[in-house]
């Protein structure tokens, strides 16, 4: 089905070229059902975002009380609270002493698609006149002391900011002062839209920008955000870009049948196992760092080889890397399923040491699968499913700093058609669950959303309840997604702050 993610007409109408997916009951012991998550980037659902300046499955634990709304604007101005400390380093005895606490497998949600602004796509200008100013390269990774302070953060997609009448510069101080009003001391930035370009400066072979990428809104979002002591996180879904799916057609991934692989007409999946691709990708985020020094890290989203299945990838790269490795075995195996994960691993780790060489965080965003019954699946069988290995790259010495765990129980319940297990305070326990998967080797941040997967987004009462719940769960940290939906829910912003801090002692 094609989808308008933008709510306002797409640039483009390709229909997907690859095969509808199949039914999970044929991947190994995963049972159905799989369904297409909903109300993700719908904007015309949503009221105009108001921000200040110029118009334009057991019973619940007990949670403790919230503060009155007279606390909030006074707590939140000078306190700081910890949600747990920062992760040790495991030792050889503490490894061998672990239990295997992993479940058994279940259900897995496919990734959603990013949305997109309309807008027309600008080519970048010729790589001529480039002033960088490189960061200063370190020996060892220089990773920030971020565990005095609880994170609180928060999701920036430009793309529902266009058309009220300010320029980049008064967009992000109007809402990095609202921001900081709020609470929030950490916000991602979309910074590559995989379908419509940059939103920051670029000059990058391949790249296009949008209109705020030609006024460096992200320029204006660091500067802004950090007078105002909110960190900025580039947040980039990868390895998608469709400038240069188009332009490269031998670095797409492919089916079985040889057809690119297109789940849906926003996909742009390129192979991570080829080696002109990692090259690619690496510059492309070498590019940002190095223009943007002030940035505070880079975080990678949802970064599958295949949503769900054994669909891809199938491309000549692939099929002769595999052929070489392991003469005599069939695609579409256990040996397989690892293989291709294993190239998306080495791609996110190659990042993840490009990000330290330069100084900055190291961050991974993905969806923690729930089974039926309100439990995780286990990291080895959304790898075989996808392609994504968390455990192998938090068993690497290049694992990244912080893992966001989305953990959204209003997407299992609609999935589901089950309110009763899958409820706010079900994210308190899926979140004590993911903490034991992560096992302190990255610090863990609990990704929620407003958004509506089918059953009704999150009004201001029951993200309160969400994020209280969250909190309880023992995370480093709280991310929220997105600024545009909490702009446009009412009380969602008051409920976050109480949330907030219904947790201070």
């Not at 695609?331 to 690892?338: D, E, V, Y």
């Not at 291709?340 to 990042?351: D, H, K, N, S, V």
């Amino acid at each position: 089905m094609q989808i308008d993610y933008t709510g306002r007409g797409m640039v483009t109408s390709e229909s997907s070229s690859a095969p509808a997916p199949e039914s999970l009951e044929s991947h190994p012991s995963v049972p159905p059902p799989y369904a297409e998550p909903r109300g993700y980037g719908h904007a015309q659902d949503l009221q105009t975002p108001s921000v200040t300046g110029e118009p334009e499955a057991g019973a619940p634990e007990v949670l403790p009380a919230r503060p009155s709304e007279r606390e909030v604007s006074s707590a939140l101005a000078g306190r700081e609270h910890s949600f747990g400390p920062a992760p040790e380093k495991e030792t050889a005895s503490s490894e061998a002493a672990r239990a295997n606490s992993e479940p058994p497998p279940a259900v897995a949600s496919a990734p959603r698609p990013a949305p997109a602004p309309t807008t027309v796509l600008v080519p970048a200008p010729e790589p001529q006149t480039a002033p960088r100013v490189s960061p200063p390269r370190t020996s060892t990774p220089l990773r920030q002391a971020w565990a005095e302070e609880n994170v609180r953060s928060v999701r920036f997609d430009a793309g529902y900011y266009y058309g009220r009448a300010r320029s980049a510069r008064q967009l992000a101080d109007d809402l990095t002062r609202s921001w900081s009003e709020q609470g929030v001391n950490l916000v991602y930035f979309y910074a590559y839209n995989r379908v419509y370009g940059a939103r920051y400066a670029t000059r990058y072979p391949g790249n296009v920008m949008e209109d705020f990428g030609r006024q460096d809104l992200l320029g204006h979002m660091i500067r802004s955000a950090h007078a105002r002591g909110i960190r900025v996180v580039a947040w980039l879904y990868g390895p998608q870009h469709k400038q240069i799916w188009e332009s490269h057609p031998d670095w797409r991934q492919q089916t079985a049948d040889g057809r690119d692989y297109r789940p849906d007409g926003e996909s742009y999946f390129l192979c991570a196992n080829n080696p002109e691709v990692m090259q690619w990708w690496l510059g492309l985020v070498d590019d940002l760092l190095t223009s943007y020094p002030d940035l505070d890290g880079i975080d990678i989203a949802e970064s599958q080889v295949d949503l769900w299945g054994d669909h891809a990838c199938y491309c000549d790269t692939c099929s002769g890397q595999f052929a070489s490795r392991h003469p005599g075995q069939s695609p579409g195996g256990a040996t397989w399923r690892r293989f291709r994960a294993e190239g998306m691993t080495r791609l996110l780790l190659a990042t993840n040491r490009l990000a330290h060489r330069y100084g900055k965080e190291a961050h991974i965003t993905t969806v923690f699968t729930a089974r039926r019954d309100g439990t995780l699946m286990a990291s080895q069988d959304v790898r075989d499913a996808t392609g994504f290995d968390l455990e192998g790259l938090l068993s690497s010495p290049d694992r990244p700093d912080v893992v966001q765990a989305e953990l959204i129980w209003q997407q299992w319940a609609a999935l589901y058609n089950d309110e009763v297990t899958f409820t706010p305070d079900w994210t308190r326990r899926a979140i004590r669950q993911a903490n034991t998967m992560v096992r302190n080797r990255a610090r863990l941040i609990a990704h929620l959303e407003v958004t509506d997967f089918g059953c009704g987004g999150l009004d201001g009462s029951n993200l309160g309840l969400t994020v209280a719940a969250a909190v309880a769960g023992a995370p480093y940290g709280i991310d929220i997604y997105g600024t545009h939906l909490l702009d446009s829910t009412e009380g969602a912003t008051r409920e976050l702050q109480m949330a907030w801090l219904s947790f201070a002692e």
